[in-house]
Protein backbone atom coordinates (compact mmCIF):
# COMPACT_ATOMS: atom_id res chain seq x y z
CA UNK A 1 0.00 0.00 0.00
CA UNK A 2 1.51 3.35 -0.96
CA UNK A 3 2.00 5.98 2.23
CA UNK A 4 0.38 8.76 0.50
CA UNK A 5 -2.63 7.29 -2.14
CA UNK A 6 -3.12 11.54 -3.00
CA UNK A 7 0.63 12.32 -3.95
CA UNK A 8 1.07 9.51 -5.84
CA UNK A 9 -1.86 9.72 -8.13
CA UNK A 10 -0.78 13.60 -8.64
CA UNK A 11 3.02 12.43 -9.70
CA UNK A 12 1.88 9.69 -12.02
CA UNK A 13 -0.72 12.70 -14.06
CA UNK A 14 0.69 15.51 -15.95
CA UNK A 15 -1.62 18.48 -15.26
CA UNK A 16 -0.71 19.88 -19.00
CA UNK A 17 -1.74 16.57 -20.51
CA UNK A 18 -5.08 15.63 -18.54
CA UNK A 19 -6.16 19.40 -19.01
CA UNK A 20 -5.52 19.46 -22.55
CA UNK A 21 -7.78 16.54 -23.06
CA UNK A 22 -10.80 18.33 -22.09
CA UNK A 23 -9.55 22.19 -22.98
CA UNK A 24 -7.40 23.01 -25.73
CA UNK A 25 -4.17 24.45 -24.19
CA UNK A 26 -1.76 27.25 -26.29
CA UNK A 27 1.69 27.76 -24.44
CA UNK A 28 2.56 31.13 -23.13
CA UNK A 29 5.86 31.32 -21.63
CA UNK A 30 6.35 28.46 -19.43
CA UNK A 31 2.63 28.32 -18.64
CA UNK A 32 -0.36 27.34 -20.40
CA UNK A 33 -3.62 29.23 -21.24
CA UNK A 34 -7.13 28.57 -22.20
CA UNK A 35 -10.65 29.90 -22.54
CA UNK A 36 -11.69 28.73 -19.14
CA UNK A 37 -14.29 26.17 -19.21
CA UNK A 38 -16.48 27.00 -16.18
CA UNK A 39 -17.68 30.20 -17.27
CA UNK A 40 -18.91 32.23 -20.47
CA UNK A 41 -15.56 35.05 -21.47
CA UNK A 42 -13.50 36.13 -24.52
CA UNK A 43 -10.37 36.35 -23.05
CA UNK A 44 -8.40 33.55 -21.81
CA UNK A 45 -8.14 33.62 -18.48
CA UNK A 46 -7.66 30.11 -17.21
CA UNK A 47 -4.00 29.71 -16.61
CA UNK A 48 -1.73 25.79 -16.10
CA UNK A 49 1.38 25.58 -14.93
CA UNK A 50 3.32 22.39 -15.73
CA UNK A 51 6.10 23.20 -12.97
CA UNK A 52 3.60 23.94 -10.09
CA UNK A 53 0.86 21.17 -11.29
CA UNK A 54 -1.50 23.58 -10.66
CA UNK A 55 -4.12 25.90 -12.30
CA UNK A 56 -6.15 29.16 -11.98
CA UNK A 57 -9.05 30.88 -13.49
CA UNK A 58 -8.17 34.52 -13.20
CA UNK A 59 -12.01 35.74 -14.76
CA UNK A 60 -15.36 35.06 -13.32
CA UNK A 61 -14.85 32.18 -11.37
CA UNK A 62 -11.67 33.04 -9.61
CA UNK A 63 -10.74 28.98 -8.26
CA UNK A 64 -8.17 27.13 -8.84
CA UNK A 65 -6.23 23.82 -7.60
CA UNK A 66 -4.60 20.60 -8.77
CA UNK A 67 -5.46 18.28 -10.75
CA UNK A 68 -8.13 16.58 -8.46
CA UNK A 69 -9.95 20.18 -7.67
CA UNK A 70 -10.05 20.23 -11.97
CA UNK A 71 -11.94 16.84 -12.44
CA UNK A 72 -14.17 17.89 -8.97
CA UNK A 73 -15.04 21.26 -10.85
CA UNK A 74 -15.18 19.45 -14.50
CA UNK A 75 -17.62 16.27 -13.74
CA UNK A 76 -19.27 17.78 -10.76
CA UNK A 77 -18.42 15.79 -8.17
CA UNK A 78 -17.51 15.50 -4.64
CA UNK A 79 -12.96 15.10 -3.71
CA UNK A 80 -13.74 10.60 -3.35
CA UNK A 81 -15.48 11.27 -6.55
CA UNK A 82 -12.66 12.43 -8.39
CA UNK A 83 -10.02 10.50 -6.45
CA UNK A 84 -11.52 7.30 -7.25
CA UNK A 85 -11.81 8.40 -10.75
CA UNK A 86 -7.89 9.41 -11.14
CA UNK A 87 -6.64 6.57 -8.70
CA UNK A 88 -8.77 3.92 -11.31
CA UNK A 89 -6.60 5.61 -14.37
CA UNK A 90 -3.33 5.36 -12.71
CA UNK A 91 -3.76 1.96 -10.91
CA UNK A 92 -3.13 3.74 -7.57
CA UNK A 93 -5.00 1.48 -5.00
CA UNK A 94 -6.85 4.01 -2.46
CA UNK A 95 -7.59 2.55 1.22
CA UNK A 96 -10.94 2.73 2.91
CA UNK A 97 -10.17 5.47 5.12
CA UNK A 98 -8.96 7.63 2.20
CA UNK A 99 -12.55 7.20 1.09
CA UNK A 100 -14.67 8.49 3.86
CA UNK A 101 -16.62 11.08 2.57
CA UNK A 102 -20.07 12.18 3.94
CA UNK A 103 -21.60 13.81 0.57
CA UNK A 104 -20.60 10.76 -1.48
CA UNK A 105 -22.53 8.25 1.03
CA UNK A 106 -25.66 10.49 0.39
CA UNK A 107 -25.25 10.35 -2.98
CA UNK A 108 -25.47 6.49 -2.89
CA UNK A 109 -28.26 6.27 -1.07
CA UNK A 110 -29.69 8.62 -3.48
CA UNK A 111 -28.80 6.26 -6.79
CA UNK A 112 -30.32 4.05 -4.75
CA UNK A 113 -33.03 5.69 -3.84
CA UNK A 114 -33.64 6.11 -7.36
CA UNK A 115 -32.92 2.59 -8.80
CA UNK A 116 -35.79 1.18 -6.32
CA UNK A 117 -37.73 3.70 -7.41
CA UNK A 118 -37.24 3.03 -11.47
CA UNK A 119 -38.13 -0.43 -10.56
CA UNK A 120 -41.23 0.47 -9.14
CA UNK A 121 -42.62 2.86 -12.19
CA UNK A 122 -41.23 -0.26 -14.51
CA UNK A 123 -42.62 -3.27 -12.79
CA UNK A 124 -46.43 -1.01 -12.75
CA UNK A 125 -45.68 -0.39 -16.30
CA UNK A 126 -44.71 -3.97 -17.42
CA UNK A 127 -46.67 -6.34 -15.17
CA UNK A 128 -49.62 -4.65 -13.36
CA UNK A 129 -52.98 -3.41 -14.78
CA UNK A 130 -52.46 0.06 -13.88
CA UNK A 131 -49.96 0.49 -16.43
CA UNK A 132 -52.31 -1.11 -18.99
CA UNK A 133 -52.96 2.77 -20.31
CA UNK A 134 -48.97 3.54 -20.64
CA UNK A 135 -48.60 0.31 -22.47
CA UNK A 136 -51.00 0.84 -25.12
CA UNK A 137 -49.41 4.47 -25.53
CA UNK A 138 -45.89 3.01 -26.11
CA UNK A 139 -47.97 0.38 -27.99
CA UNK A 140 -49.51 3.51 -29.78
CA UNK A 141 -46.05 4.90 -30.74
CA UNK A 142 -44.64 1.56 -32.04
CA UNK A 143 -42.14 0.94 -29.17
CA UNK A 144 -42.02 -2.41 -28.65
CA UNK A 145 -40.69 -4.34 -25.38
CA UNK A 146 -36.99 -4.49 -26.00
CA UNK A 147 -37.15 -0.65 -26.69
CA UNK A 148 -39.60 -0.30 -22.88
CA UNK A 149 -36.87 -2.41 -21.21
CA UNK A 150 -33.60 -0.75 -22.80
CA UNK A 151 -34.87 2.41 -21.69
CA UNK A 152 -36.69 1.34 -18.32
CA UNK A 153 -39.50 2.69 -18.79
CA UNK A 154 -42.07 2.64 -16.45
CA UNK A 155 -45.48 4.44 -15.01
CA UNK A 156 -46.85 6.48 -12.04
CA UNK A 157 -49.95 5.65 -10.81
CA UNK A 158 -52.64 8.10 -10.38
CA UNK A 159 -52.04 7.85 -6.90
CA UNK A 160 -51.14 10.41 -3.93
CA UNK A 161 -48.75 8.27 -2.47
CA UNK A 162 -47.86 4.82 -3.50
CA UNK A 163 -44.31 5.32 -4.56
CA UNK A 164 -43.85 7.44 -0.59
CA UNK A 165 -45.27 4.47 0.92
CA UNK A 166 -43.14 1.89 -1.08
CA UNK A 167 -39.78 4.10 -0.48
CA UNK A 168 -40.57 3.99 3.11
CA UNK A 169 -41.07 0.41 3.27
CA UNK A 170 -37.83 -0.09 1.32
CA UNK A 171 -35.92 1.23 4.45
CA UNK A 172 -35.55 5.07 3.03
CA UNK A 173 -35.96 7.90 5.53
CA UNK A 174 -38.18 10.69 4.95
CA UNK A 175 -35.59 13.25 4.44
CA UNK A 176 -34.09 11.10 1.93
CA UNK A 177 -37.18 10.67 -0.12
CA UNK A 178 -37.52 13.99 -0.01
CA UNK A 179 -34.06 15.13 -1.28
CA UNK A 180 -34.37 12.73 -3.91
CA UNK A 181 -37.36 15.20 -5.83
CA UNK A 182 -39.79 12.24 -5.87
CA UNK A 183 -41.90 13.65 -3.44
CA UNK A 184 -43.44 17.42 -2.87
CA UNK A 185 -43.79 19.07 0.39
CA UNK A 186 -46.51 21.68 0.76
CA UNK A 187 -48.96 22.89 3.72
CA UNK A 188 -47.68 20.04 5.66
CA UNK A 189 -48.86 17.36 3.09
CA UNK A 190 -46.46 15.15 1.41
CA UNK A 191 -47.15 13.42 -1.76
CA UNK A 192 -45.53 11.61 -5.27
CA UNK A 193 -44.66 14.39 -7.69
CA UNK A 194 -45.51 12.03 -10.52
CA UNK A 195 -48.68 10.57 -10.74
CA UNK A 196 -50.73 9.54 -14.04
CA UNK A 197 -47.57 9.48 -16.44
CA UNK A 198 -44.79 7.58 -18.60
CA UNK A 199 -42.04 7.67 -16.66
CA UNK A 200 -38.75 8.04 -18.26
CA UNK A 201 -35.72 7.58 -15.78
CA UNK A 202 -32.43 9.60 -16.26
CA UNK A 203 -29.21 8.34 -15.92
CA UNK A 204 -25.98 9.77 -16.09
CA UNK A 205 -22.75 8.93 -18.08
CA UNK A 206 -21.56 6.09 -15.13
CA UNK A 207 -25.60 4.41 -16.03
CA UNK A 208 -26.81 5.84 -12.55
CA UNK A 209 -30.39 7.00 -12.44
CA UNK A 210 -29.51 10.93 -11.11
CA UNK A 211 -33.40 11.82 -12.00
CA UNK A 212 -36.93 11.02 -13.64
CA UNK A 213 -39.10 12.87 -16.26
CA UNK A 214 -42.92 12.29 -16.17
CA UNK A 215 -45.15 12.58 -19.36
CA UNK A 216 -48.91 12.89 -19.30
CA UNK A 217 -51.10 10.26 -21.84
CA UNK A 218 -53.63 12.59 -22.76
CA UNK A 219 -52.83 16.22 -23.71
CA UNK A 220 -54.56 18.79 -21.60
CA UNK A 221 -54.63 22.49 -21.20
CA UNK A 222 -54.08 22.74 -17.84
CA UNK A 223 -51.96 20.18 -17.19
CA UNK A 224 -48.16 20.14 -18.20
CA UNK A 225 -47.00 18.34 -20.62
CA UNK A 226 -43.93 17.22 -19.29
CA UNK A 227 -42.57 17.60 -15.01
CA UNK A 228 -39.00 16.75 -14.33
CA UNK A 229 -37.10 16.08 -11.08
CA UNK A 230 -36.55 19.22 -9.49
CA UNK A 231 -32.66 19.85 -8.90
CA UNK A 232 -30.81 17.82 -6.55
CA UNK A 233 -27.45 16.58 -5.16
CA UNK A 234 -27.85 14.36 -8.36
CA UNK A 235 -29.70 15.85 -11.34
CA UNK A 236 -28.74 19.21 -12.69
CA UNK A 237 -30.92 20.08 -15.91
CA UNK A 238 -27.84 21.97 -17.00
CA UNK A 239 -25.48 18.86 -17.02
CA UNK A 240 -27.89 16.43 -18.18
CA UNK A 241 -28.37 14.89 -21.54
CA UNK A 242 -31.06 12.07 -21.66
CA UNK A 243 -29.90 8.86 -23.11
CA UNK A 244 -26.75 9.57 -22.92
CA UNK A 245 -25.69 5.88 -20.98
CA UNK A 246 -26.72 4.09 -24.19
CA UNK A 247 -25.57 6.36 -26.85
CA UNK A 248 -21.94 7.33 -25.69
CA UNK A 249 -19.97 4.47 -27.55
CA UNK A 250 -21.80 4.72 -30.66
CA UNK A 251 -21.07 8.61 -30.44
CA UNK A 252 -17.41 7.45 -29.56
CA UNK A 253 -17.65 5.19 -32.46
CA UNK A 254 -18.96 7.37 -35.32
CA UNK A 255 -16.92 10.90 -33.76
CA UNK A 256 -20.15 12.42 -34.14
CA UNK A 257 -23.53 13.17 -31.90
CA UNK A 258 -26.88 14.50 -32.94
CA UNK A 259 -28.75 16.62 -30.38
CA UNK A 260 -32.21 16.75 -30.13
CA UNK A 261 -35.19 18.22 -27.97
CA UNK A 262 -36.96 15.82 -25.92
CA UNK A 263 -36.81 12.08 -24.86
CA UNK A 264 -38.98 10.29 -27.71
CA UNK A 265 -36.56 12.41 -30.68
CA UNK A 266 -33.80 10.43 -28.33
CA UNK A 267 -35.78 7.02 -28.19
CA UNK A 268 -37.24 7.03 -31.89
CA UNK A 269 -33.66 7.19 -34.14
CA UNK A 270 -32.19 4.71 -31.57
CA UNK A 271 -35.10 2.20 -31.90
CA UNK A 272 -34.19 2.47 -35.74
CA UNK A 273 -30.57 1.95 -35.36
CA UNK A 274 -29.36 5.76 -35.14
CA UNK A 275 -27.39 4.98 -32.06
CA UNK A 276 -25.59 8.70 -31.45
CA UNK A 277 -28.84 10.83 -30.16
CA UNK A 278 -28.71 12.36 -27.00
CA UNK A 279 -31.55 14.93 -26.34
CA UNK A 280 -31.48 18.00 -23.97
CA UNK A 281 -34.00 18.47 -21.26
CA UNK A 282 -35.45 22.19 -23.13
CA UNK A 283 -34.46 24.07 -26.06
CA UNK A 284 -31.56 25.38 -24.52
CA UNK A 285 -28.10 24.09 -25.15
CA UNK A 286 -25.71 24.83 -22.10
CA UNK A 287 -22.06 24.36 -21.85
CA UNK A 288 -21.74 22.07 -19.62
CA UNK A 289 -23.68 19.72 -21.63
CA UNK A 290 -21.03 20.86 -24.51
CA UNK A 291 -18.35 19.77 -22.00
CA UNK A 292 -19.91 16.39 -21.42
CA UNK A 293 -20.31 15.80 -25.28
CA UNK A 294 -16.72 16.93 -25.98
CA UNK A 295 -15.40 14.05 -24.17
CA UNK A 296 -16.70 12.08 -26.81
CA UNK A 297 -16.75 13.95 -30.10
CA UNK A 298 -15.69 17.12 -31.42
CA UNK A 299 -18.69 17.15 -33.83
CA UNK A 300 -22.07 18.38 -32.44
CA UNK A 301 -25.24 17.63 -34.87
CA UNK A 302 -28.17 20.48 -34.12
CA UNK A 303 -31.39 19.01 -34.44
CA UNK A 304 -33.77 21.86 -33.13
CA UNK A 305 -36.71 23.50 -34.16
CA UNK A 306 -36.21 26.38 -36.56
CA UNK A 307 -38.52 28.75 -34.84
CA UNK A 308 -37.49 32.12 -33.13
CA UNK A 309 -36.88 30.04 -29.84
CA UNK A 310 -34.72 27.55 -31.88
CA UNK A 311 -32.96 30.24 -33.56
CA UNK A 312 -31.94 31.86 -30.18
CA UNK A 313 -31.16 28.75 -28.88
CA UNK A 314 -28.78 27.83 -31.66
CA UNK A 315 -27.03 31.40 -31.43
CA UNK A 316 -26.98 30.54 -27.41
CA UNK A 317 -24.94 27.56 -28.67
CA UNK A 318 -22.38 29.13 -30.74
CA UNK A 319 -21.73 31.48 -27.49
CA UNK A 320 -21.19 28.43 -25.59
CA UNK A 321 -19.02 26.31 -27.80
CA UNK A 322 -16.55 29.48 -28.27
CA UNK A 323 -13.09 28.24 -27.22
CA UNK A 324 -13.84 24.41 -27.01
CA UNK A 325 -12.68 23.78 -30.17
CA UNK A 326 -16.34 22.15 -31.37
CA UNK A 327 -17.73 21.75 -34.83
CA UNK A 328 -21.35 22.53 -35.15
CA UNK A 329 -23.60 22.02 -37.78
CA UNK A 330 -27.33 22.19 -38.19
CA UNK A 331 -30.09 19.53 -38.95
CA UNK A 332 -32.98 21.38 -40.89
CA UNK A 333 -36.29 19.22 -41.29
CA UNK A 334 -38.05 20.67 -44.00
CA UNK A 335 -41.19 17.72 -43.76
CA UNK A 336 -41.91 17.71 -39.78
CA UNK A 337 -41.39 19.57 -36.50
CA UNK A 338 -39.18 17.09 -35.31
CA UNK A 339 -37.14 13.22 -36.01
CA UNK A 340 -39.57 11.55 -33.99
CA UNK A 341 -42.26 12.45 -36.47
CA UNK A 342 -39.86 12.55 -39.53
CA UNK A 343 -39.16 9.03 -38.98
CA UNK A 344 -42.49 8.09 -38.57
CA UNK A 345 -43.23 9.73 -41.90
CA UNK A 346 -40.38 8.80 -43.94
CA UNK A 347 -37.26 7.12 -42.18
CA UNK A 348 -35.26 6.93 -45.71
CA UNK A 349 -35.76 10.89 -46.38
CA UNK A 350 -34.50 11.59 -42.62
CA UNK A 351 -31.38 9.31 -42.75
CA UNK A 352 -30.19 11.56 -46.19
CA UNK A 353 -30.92 14.79 -44.36
CA UNK A 354 -29.27 13.79 -41.71
CA UNK A 355 -25.63 12.28 -43.88
CA UNK A 356 -25.69 16.37 -44.72
CA UNK A 357 -25.64 18.56 -42.07
CA UNK A 358 -25.15 22.26 -42.70
CA UNK A 359 -22.09 23.84 -40.96
CA UNK A 360 -23.55 26.13 -38.19
CA UNK A 361 -22.05 29.60 -39.59
CA UNK A 362 -23.37 28.97 -42.92
CA UNK A 363 -26.74 28.16 -41.72
CA UNK A 364 -26.56 31.97 -40.25
CA UNK A 365 -25.34 33.50 -43.64
CA UNK A 366 -28.02 31.58 -45.07
CA UNK A 367 -30.83 32.93 -43.27
CA UNK A 368 -29.55 36.54 -43.16
CA UNK A 369 -29.11 36.52 -46.90
CA UNK A 370 -33.22 34.83 -46.89
CA UNK A 371 -34.21 37.79 -44.79
CA UNK A 372 -32.43 40.37 -46.93
CA UNK A 373 -32.54 39.00 -50.73
CA UNK A 374 -32.70 42.70 -52.24
CA UNK A 375 -29.25 43.98 -54.09
CA UNK A 376 -29.14 47.19 -52.10
CA UNK A 377 -26.96 49.28 -49.95
CA UNK A 378 -29.08 48.61 -46.56
CA UNK A 379 -29.78 45.36 -47.42
CA UNK A 380 -25.92 44.39 -47.85
CA UNK A 381 -25.51 46.17 -44.27
CA UNK A 382 -28.63 44.31 -42.62
CA UNK A 383 -26.80 41.04 -43.49
CA UNK A 384 -23.81 42.07 -42.05
CA UNK A 385 -25.18 43.14 -38.92
CA UNK A 386 -26.73 40.40 -38.20
CA UNK A 387 -24.33 37.50 -38.84
CA UNK A 388 -21.70 40.01 -37.28
CA UNK A 389 -21.97 38.94 -33.56
CA UNK A 390 -21.94 35.31 -34.61
CA UNK A 391 -18.69 35.77 -37.56
CA UNK A 392 -16.57 38.25 -35.65
CA UNK A 393 -17.04 36.48 -32.25
CA UNK A 394 -14.99 33.35 -33.77
CA UNK A 395 -12.36 32.50 -31.13
CA UNK A 396 -10.26 30.11 -34.04
CA UNK A 397 -8.45 33.20 -36.48
CA UNK A 398 -8.57 30.25 -39.32
CA UNK A 399 -11.92 29.87 -39.23
CA UNK A 400 -13.16 33.52 -38.43
CA UNK A 401 -11.09 34.46 -41.49
CA UNK A 402 -12.90 31.66 -43.83
CA UNK A 403 -16.10 32.64 -42.83
CA UNK A 404 -15.28 36.67 -43.54
CA UNK A 405 -14.28 35.38 -47.03
CA UNK A 406 -17.19 33.40 -47.89
CA UNK A 407 -19.48 36.35 -46.39
CA UNK A 408 -17.75 38.59 -48.79
CA UNK A 409 -17.94 36.62 -52.02
CA UNK A 410 -21.88 35.84 -50.61
CA UNK A 411 -22.84 39.68 -50.70
CA UNK A 412 -20.23 41.39 -52.81
CA UNK A 413 -18.44 43.31 -50.41
CA UNK A 414 -14.55 43.37 -49.89
CA UNK A 415 -12.92 41.62 -46.91
CA UNK A 416 -11.58 44.85 -46.17
CA UNK A 417 -14.92 46.72 -45.78
CA UNK A 418 -16.42 44.15 -43.45
CA UNK A 419 -13.21 43.81 -40.81
CA UNK A 420 -14.16 47.81 -40.66
CA UNK A 421 -17.19 47.28 -39.81
CA UNK A 422 -16.73 44.16 -37.01
CA UNK A 423 -13.56 46.76 -35.47
CA UNK A 424 -15.78 49.69 -35.54
CA UNK A 425 -18.83 47.43 -33.77
CA UNK A 426 -16.09 46.35 -31.31
CA UNK A 427 -15.18 50.00 -30.78
CA UNK A 428 -18.33 51.07 -30.42
CA UNK A 429 -18.89 48.45 -27.46
CA UNK A 430 -15.50 49.20 -25.98
CA UNK A 431 -16.48 52.42 -25.47
CA UNK A 432 -19.89 51.84 -23.53
CA UNK A 433 -17.20 49.66 -20.97
CA UNK A 434 -15.86 52.05 -18.14
CA UNK A 435 -12.05 51.34 -19.24
CA UNK A 436 -9.29 50.15 -16.48
CA UNK A 437 -5.77 52.14 -17.39
CA UNK A 438 -3.72 49.28 -16.53
CA UNK A 439 -5.10 45.81 -15.62
CA UNK A 440 -8.34 44.17 -16.61
CA UNK A 441 -10.71 44.62 -13.59
CA UNK A 442 -12.78 42.32 -11.60
CA UNK A 443 -16.15 43.69 -10.12
CA UNK A 444 -15.28 44.00 -6.29
CA UNK A 445 -11.26 44.04 -6.95
CA UNK A 446 -9.61 47.19 -5.82
CA UNK A 447 -7.61 48.89 -8.72
CA UNK A 448 -4.41 48.84 -5.87
CA UNK A 449 -5.07 44.82 -5.17
CA UNK A 450 -4.22 44.20 -8.68
CA UNK A 451 -1.27 45.90 -9.12
CA UNK A 452 0.32 44.49 -5.87
CA UNK A 453 -0.82 40.84 -7.88
CA UNK A 454 0.88 42.13 -10.77
CA UNK A 455 4.35 43.09 -8.90
CA UNK A 456 4.39 40.36 -7.38
CA UNK A 457 3.56 37.77 -9.87
CA UNK A 458 6.64 39.33 -11.89
CA UNK A 459 9.12 39.17 -9.45
CA UNK A 460 8.38 35.59 -9.08
CA UNK A 461 9.17 34.59 -12.55
CA UNK A 462 12.92 32.37 -12.94
CA UNK A 463 13.81 34.56 -16.11
CA UNK A 464 13.19 38.29 -13.79
CA UNK A 465 15.88 40.34 -14.15
CA UNK A 466 15.51 43.57 -13.91
CA UNK A 467 17.35 46.87 -12.83
CA UNK A 468 14.59 48.22 -10.98
CA UNK A 469 15.30 45.10 -8.33
CA UNK A 470 17.33 47.40 -5.80
CA UNK A 471 14.80 50.24 -6.21
CA UNK A 472 11.48 47.73 -5.14
CA UNK A 473 13.27 46.31 -2.42
CA UNK A 474 14.55 49.77 -0.83
CA UNK A 475 10.68 51.44 -1.60
CA UNK A 476 8.48 48.57 -0.44
CA UNK A 477 7.93 47.24 2.76
CA UNK A 478 5.24 44.48 4.43
CA UNK A 479 2.96 46.92 5.38
CA UNK A 480 2.67 48.89 1.77
CA UNK A 481 0.59 46.05 0.75
CA UNK A 482 -3.18 45.96 1.14
CA UNK A 483 -3.23 42.13 1.41
CA UNK A 484 -1.19 41.15 4.67
CA UNK A 485 -0.92 37.89 2.93
CA UNK A 486 0.93 39.53 -0.05
CA UNK A 487 3.34 41.86 2.20
CA UNK A 488 4.47 38.87 4.01
CA UNK A 489 5.06 36.70 1.14
CA UNK A 490 7.12 40.04 -0.33
CA UNK A 491 9.12 40.38 2.86
CA UNK A 492 10.13 36.16 2.31
CA UNK A 493 11.09 37.38 -1.13
CA UNK A 494 13.49 40.18 0.12
CA UNK A 495 14.82 38.47 2.72
CA UNK A 496 15.79 35.14 -0.16
CA UNK A 497 16.80 37.68 -2.72
CA UNK A 498 19.72 38.88 -0.39
CA UNK A 499 20.68 35.72 0.73
CA UNK A 500 21.30 34.25 -3.04
CA UNK A 501 22.96 37.52 -3.44
CA UNK A 502 25.48 37.04 -1.01
CA UNK A 503 25.50 33.24 -1.68
CA UNK A 504 25.56 34.03 -5.31
CA UNK A 505 22.80 31.71 -6.49
CA UNK A 506 20.08 32.00 -8.88
CA UNK A 507 16.19 32.08 -7.66
CA UNK A 508 15.03 29.04 -7.69
CA UNK A 509 11.39 28.58 -7.34
CA UNK A 510 11.16 25.54 -5.55
CA UNK A 511 13.92 26.61 -2.58
CA UNK A 512 11.83 29.71 -1.75
CA UNK A 513 8.34 27.68 -1.43
CA UNK A 514 9.66 25.49 0.73
CA UNK A 515 10.47 28.81 3.28
CA UNK A 516 6.28 29.31 2.93
CA UNK A 517 3.75 28.59 5.43
CA UNK A 518 1.53 25.79 4.47
CA UNK A 519 -1.26 28.63 4.53
CA UNK A 520 0.31 31.22 1.80
CA UNK A 521 1.25 28.31 -0.58
CA UNK A 522 -2.18 28.64 -2.66
CA UNK A 523 -1.18 32.60 -2.35
CA UNK A 524 1.55 32.30 -3.70
CA UNK A 525 0.49 29.67 -6.32
CA UNK A 526 -2.28 32.50 -7.52
CA UNK A 527 0.04 35.47 -7.74
CA UNK A 528 2.65 33.31 -10.01
CA UNK A 529 0.20 32.34 -12.06
CA UNK A 530 -1.08 36.06 -12.53
CA UNK A 531 1.80 36.90 -14.87
CA UNK A 532 0.54 34.41 -17.58
CA UNK A 533 -2.98 35.92 -17.10
CA UNK A 534 -1.82 39.67 -17.31
CA UNK A 535 1.72 38.85 -20.07
CA UNK A 536 -0.21 40.81 -22.68
CA UNK A 537 -0.75 44.41 -21.02
CA UNK A 538 3.10 44.97 -20.78
CA UNK A 539 2.79 47.41 -18.07
CA UNK A 540 5.55 49.81 -16.58
CA UNK A 541 6.75 47.59 -13.42
CA UNK A 542 9.03 50.82 -12.39
CA UNK A 543 4.78 53.05 -12.49
CA UNK A 544 3.14 50.19 -10.59
CA UNK A 545 6.07 50.25 -7.76
CA UNK A 546 5.47 53.81 -7.47
CA UNK A 547 1.71 53.58 -7.47
CA UNK A 548 1.51 50.67 -4.70
CA UNK A 549 3.91 53.23 -3.04
CA UNK A 550 1.74 56.43 -3.35
CA UNK A 551 -1.44 54.19 -2.37
CA UNK A 552 0.19 53.49 0.93
CA UNK A 553 1.47 56.91 1.98
CA UNK A 554 -2.34 57.73 1.01
CA UNK A 555 -3.44 55.01 3.39
CA UNK A 556 -1.08 55.91 6.20
CA UNK A 557 -1.95 59.64 6.19
CA UNK A 558 -5.33 59.29 6.15
CA UNK A 559 -5.04 56.79 8.97
CA UNK A 560 -2.75 59.28 11.36
CA UNK A 561 -5.32 62.41 10.95
CA UNK A 562 -8.59 60.13 12.10
CA UNK A 563 -6.46 59.89 15.31
CA UNK A 564 -5.90 62.79 17.77
CA UNK A 565 -3.28 64.43 17.22
CA UNK A 566 -0.16 64.86 18.70
CA UNK A 567 3.23 66.39 17.75
CA UNK A 568 5.26 63.38 16.58
CA UNK A 569 2.25 62.31 14.44
CA UNK A 570 2.04 65.78 12.86
CA UNK A 571 6.00 65.77 11.96
CA UNK A 572 5.25 62.36 10.71
CA UNK A 573 2.12 63.43 8.87
CA UNK A 574 4.48 66.29 6.96
CA UNK A 575 7.33 63.43 6.53
CA UNK A 576 5.10 61.30 4.98
CA UNK A 577 3.46 63.93 2.78
CA UNK A 578 6.97 64.96 1.43
CA UNK A 579 7.43 61.39 0.41
CA UNK A 580 3.97 61.15 -1.38
CA UNK A 581 5.17 64.58 -3.27
CA UNK A 582 8.32 62.90 -4.12
CA UNK A 583 6.64 59.75 -5.69
CA UNK A 584 4.35 61.72 -7.81
CA UNK A 585 7.04 63.51 -9.29
CA UNK A 586 8.40 60.22 -9.82
CA UNK A 587 5.41 59.05 -11.64
CA UNK A 588 4.86 62.23 -13.81
CA UNK A 589 8.08 61.90 -15.15
CA UNK A 590 7.71 58.06 -16.24
CA UNK A 591 4.28 58.53 -17.24
CA UNK A 592 5.88 61.57 -20.03
Known amino acids: ?162 LLRYLIKKGFSMNEIRDSGLVISERGRIYDRFRGRLIFPIYDMKNQIIGFSGRILKDEKNEAKYINTPETLLYRKRETLYGIHLAKEAIKKKNEVYLVEGEFDMITPFMMGLENFVATKGT ?26 GIEAMKKTIQESEGLGLELRVILLNFAKDPDEAIRKDFVQFKKIIKKPQPIYDFFIDLAIKKNPEETAYAKKNIVEEVASIIDNIVNPIVREFYIKKLSNLIGLSVKTINQYFRQKRLAEKQKTPSFIYLRKKEGEKRNVLLEKYLLSQLFQEDFSSKILPEIIFLLNEKDFVIPAYGKIFTLYVEYQKEIKDNKKKFNIK ?82
Open 511 to 592: DFISRLSPALIPVFDELYLYAAYENEDNLDLERVVYEIKKNALKREIRDLLKEEKRKEDEKKIKELNRLLSEIEKKMIKLSI
Open 1 to 162: MIDNPIDEIKKRIDIVDFINFFVPLKKTGRNFKAICPFHQEKTPSFIVSPERQIWHCFGACNEGGDVIKFLMKWENITFVEALRELAKKTGVILSKSTLEDQIWKKKERLFSLNQKASDFFHHLLLKTSFGKQGREYLKKRGFNLEITEKFTLGYAPLSWRS
Open 284 to 309: AVTKEQLMLLKRLTNRINLSLDADLA
